[in-house]
């Protein structure tokens, strides 16, 4: 379903885990950001695309290799497809696993595939498509491939999976590489005065103190790992959850142990 819907872009958002994919529609490019899950869902960000594209060139962004953010760049195999350097290098296999795995529990049959990447991103590189400049900065933590889209010009930030006010930090990554990140995000927002704030899962935020408010609950419920459970009124108590929290306070506790060693080691 569509989730917001204005001039330059449009937010859709997946029935599952409230994913979201991004199309922006600049004066002689389409961007499309994350194409996901369902097939009817694939196919209608296809379709909507294919009527207003005017031969406008597609572009495909994947802001890092999770399953959920790539599962459906067999609908776009013809764009012109951008991932940082990080993604172009990772071991996906346990992502097309994951998708594997879904398809068959759902009777689903289609591709899987880890999308070839023709724009091999280098770390906060400015790239022009179309006329419009758009940066992608490199955010780590969540995973090591993760880059977050700006289009300065629209003021528009694509996170990717930073800033959701539906799910709590899902630290994969790292945990400090996750709070520099957030702090990344933060300067952004208020560098580039960002009107529109969209997270790879969640709702489109417009305010930009809410923008604020969304990462830094996100950094004090870091800062108070492996020990406290800092959580947000905004994200709901889901026994999903509480395994990420177990997970993220084992990440963190894991972190610090190897930083001890290391220290003593030297
Ligand atoms: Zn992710």
């Not at 776009?76 to 795995?101: C, M, N, P, R, W």
């Not at 900065?137 to 006010?165: F, K, Q």
């Not at 950094?219 to 993220?248: C, G, K, M, Q, T």
Request: aromatic share 10%.
């Amino acid at each position: 379903m569509i989730q917001a819907k204005l001039q330059s872009f449009t937010v859709y958002e997946s029935a599952l885990m409230r994913t979201t994919s991004t199309v922006v529609d600049t004066p002689d490019a389409i961007l499309l950001i994350d194409p996901t899950w369902l097939p009817e869902e694939i196919a209608t960000i296809r379709r909507d695309i294919e009527l207003n594209r005017h031969d406008r060139p597609l572009y495909v962004i994947f802001t890092h290799h999770h399953f959920d953010h790539i599962i459906g760049a067999y609908g776009f195999t013809d764009a012109t497809t951008i991932a940082s350097q990080a993604f172009v290098e990772a071991d996906s296999s346990d992502q097309l696993k994951e998708i594997h795995e879904f398809y068959e529990e759902y009777y689903i049959d289609r591709p899987i595939q880890k999308p070839d990447i023709d724009i091999v991103i280098q770390p906060n590189q400015t790239l022009s498509l179309g006329s419009i400049p758009v940066t992608f900065i490199s955010t780590p933590g969540h995973d090591a491939t993760h880059m977050s889209v700006l289009i300065e010009s629209m003021n528009l930030l694509i996170c990717g999976d930073y800033g959701s006010n539906i799910e709590p930090p899902f630290i994969e990554h790292d945990p400090s590489d996750y709070l520099d990140t957030l702090q990344t995000l933060q300067s952004l927002v208020y560098e580039h005065e960002i009107r529109w704030f969209v997270p790879g899962h969640g709702d489109l935020c417009d305010n930009r103190s809410a923008m604020i408010q969304r990462l830094s609950a996100a950094e004090e419920y870091i800062l108070a790992l492996p020990h406290e459970r800092h959580w947000s009124s905004s994200w709901p108590e889901h026994s999903f959850f509480d395994r990420v929290h177990e997970r993220n306070r084992e990440m963190v506790a894991q972190k610090e142990t190897d930083r001890r060693s290391r220290q003593q080691d030297y």
